[in-house]
């Protein structure tokens, strides 16, 4: 299967342009790439979990290195629950990361099932870096990465037994996504979905939360989005967990690590004045 396709097949709009304008220059991001360095598994998503409050103590010189290496274990430990929630899955089976970034959710994918996964970026220099991450760890032929449109991946129909998006979906119309991932689902297959989404109950867009949608030039959806999309393109919800309470204590540690961007505050108030979820979805096709 080729993984080259020219820009203007996969960028379909001026804004998914803008977007992976943002993805391909937004390359030495420290707070992404130091944490990556750790142990070669680099994310875009966000942390689960208590942090250790000793990693802020002990010696002032390698109080940063502390802090780095618990907000990546964190970002790991979210993959992981998002993993969890796929339900069995065999070294036979393939896999689709919707808007795989670096890669590291898709390659601790196959670490842990042994299957063939592949992921679609619309930004080409995610998936140069997250090739490059299969073949350093010599699983190129089992994880590939693909200059493909989520809303219009080009594999097979009903071939994968799990898709997933990890903090993707506020950059697609959620109908147009629900509607691909149906169509390569196979019957039974389990879409697993972790994202920030705006509270229907609270009312419109806070402004913490719009805050967070210019930085990073995206359009986070109301919870009620999601399970309209998801029932109208026979995808049925199995397991809804509101994560926000484990993904508070990672926004306070990244708020006191030199490697903060700015975008902590807003997140620690949308979450805490409920404005914000932190969600995961999983459902199975039918
Ligand atoms: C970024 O991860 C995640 C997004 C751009 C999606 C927005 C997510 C929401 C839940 C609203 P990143 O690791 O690239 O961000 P950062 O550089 O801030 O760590
Ligand atoms: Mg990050």
């Known amino acids: ?105 898709s390659l601790m994918a196959n670490q842990r099932f042994g299957c063939r996964v592949d992921g679609v970026s619309i930004s080409e220099y995610q998936v140069g870096f997250a090739n490059t991450q299969a073949e350093e760890r ?12 989520m809303l219009d991946t080009r594999f097979e129909t009903a ?4 898709a997933w998006t990890n903090e993707t979906t506020m950059y697609v119309d959620l109908f147009e996504l629900y509607a691909e991932v149906s169509r390569v689902l196979e019957f039974g297959g389990r879409y697993v979905c972790i994202t920030g989404c705006s509270n229907d109950v609270t009312g419109g867009r806070s402004k913490a939360v719009s805050r967070i949608d210019e930085h990073y030039t995206c359009n ?28 508070i204590p990672y926004w306070e540690l990244r708020a006191k690590s030199s490697l903060a961007t700015g975008i902590e505050e807003p997140f620690l108030t949308a979450y805490k004045e409920g404005s914000f979820h932190y969600l995961l979805i999983a459902a199975d096709r039918v």
């Not at 010599?138 to 449109?149: A, E, I, K, L, Q």
């Not at 071939?159 to 799990?162: H, P, T, Y």
């Open 1 to 105: 299967m080729t993984t080259t396709a020219s820009p203007a097949e996969v960028l379909r709009t001026e804004y998914q342009k803008s977007v992976a304008a943002y993805w391909n220059t937004n390359q030495q991001d420290p707070v992404n790439l130091r944490l990556g360095e750790v142990d070669g598994l680099y994310h875009h998503h966000y942390g689960l979990g208590e942090y250790d409050p000793s990693v802020l103590e002990g010696p002032e010189e390698t109080r940063q290195d502390r802090i780095t290496r618990e907000l990546h274990r964190l970002e790991t430990a979210q993959a992981d629950v998002l993993l969890d929630h796929l339900g069995p899955v065999t070294a036979d089976d393939m896999l689709l990361d919707c808007g795989s970034g670096r890669g590291g959710t």
């Open 138 to 149: 010599g699983v190129s032929d089992r994880v590939r990465f693909h200059f493909r449109n």
């Open 159 to 162: 071939s994968r037994r799990g």
């Open 220 to 247: 986070i959806h109301p919870r009620s989005a999601y399970f309209k999309a998801l029932a109208a393109n026979n995808l049925v919800p199995i397991n809804v967990v509101d994560l926000t309470p484990q993904t």
